[in-house]
């Protein structure tokens, strides 16, 4: 168990519709980032915030947002959702977001958009 | 653009065997790198990192080396087991510079230990 909860495990949804991917950090973790994992992909980094803030940015698109709570909770917006969104959407926290920082991953959350 | 490469999809050895796990990259900035494995159902664990002022670092089974000048790192697990069945990553990150401190991951290699 890496202390990262990711919920829900699975959401289907369909073509058009927004949904709302949660995640829980390890206790004592002040950093969060969103990575998206499609088939015959690898991890694509989608977004990083620490302590409430943005710190890095990646491929994410614009019907995508995020935000980091006070409680450093951190939620993942999908809107309009197209086909193509479907994947495995990881969130993973670190200590203090640092590039030599070993990452603590949750599950995933598997999204199916029919 | 994919900046970090894990060419070979997938890898079969035998158990007892050395299995060696490549990846390379095109971003001189990269000063950091880790490996992670994941199984199925699961999310990414950390396994080994080595940071660009070595050219190899150990912990137990695992070794990690480095190649600056050919932008090329492997993954070396010997002996190899089947419970190292798994998918694995290559993550790099411009850890020194500060400029960016994002993971890049690449597309994973398909480990699997034959008993």
């Known amino acids: 168990d890496s202390g990262v909860t990711q919920t829900p495990k699975h959401l289907i949804t369909a073509t058009g519709q927004r949904v709302t991917l949660r995640c829980s950090p390890r206790s004592g973790d002040l950093s969060v980032y969103w990575y998206q994992q499609s088939l015959d992909q690898g991890l694509q980094f989608l977004i990083q915030?620490?302590?409430?803030?943005?710190?890095a940015k990646g491929n994410i698109l614009e019907r995508f947002s995020a935000q980091q709570f006070p409680d450093l909770h951190s939620e993942l917006n999908l809107s309009s959702l197209e086909l193509g969104d479907s994947a495995l959407y990881f969130c993973?926290?670190?200590?203090?977001?640092?590039?030599?920082?070993?990452?603590?991953f949750g599950s995933g959350t598997q999204l199916s958009v029919l | 653009d994919q900046q970090v490469k894990q060419n070979s999809p997938s890898l079969s050895v035998q158990e007892g065997r050395i299995s060696i796990l490549n990846c390379d990259y095109t971003?001189?900035?990269?000063?950091?790198f880790l490996w992670y494995k994941k199984y199925p159902a699961e999310g990414p664990t950390f396994l080994i990192s080595i940071s660009s002022i070595k050219d190899k670092n150990e912990d137990g089974r695992f070794t990690v080396f480095l190649n600056k000048s050919a932008k090329h790192l492997s993954l070396h697990i010997v002996p190899s087991q089947p419970g190292d069945s798994a998918v694995y990553f290559c993550a790099a990150s411009e850890f020194i510079t500060g400029a960016n401190s994002k993971l890049t991951f690449g597309k994973g290699i398909t480990l699997s230990v034959r008993p």
């Open positions: 993973a926290s670190s200590v203090a977001g640092l590039g030599n920082e070993k990452l603590f």
């Open positions: 915030y620490y302590n409430g803030e943005e710190r």
């Open positions: 971003n001189s900035m990269f000063d950091y």
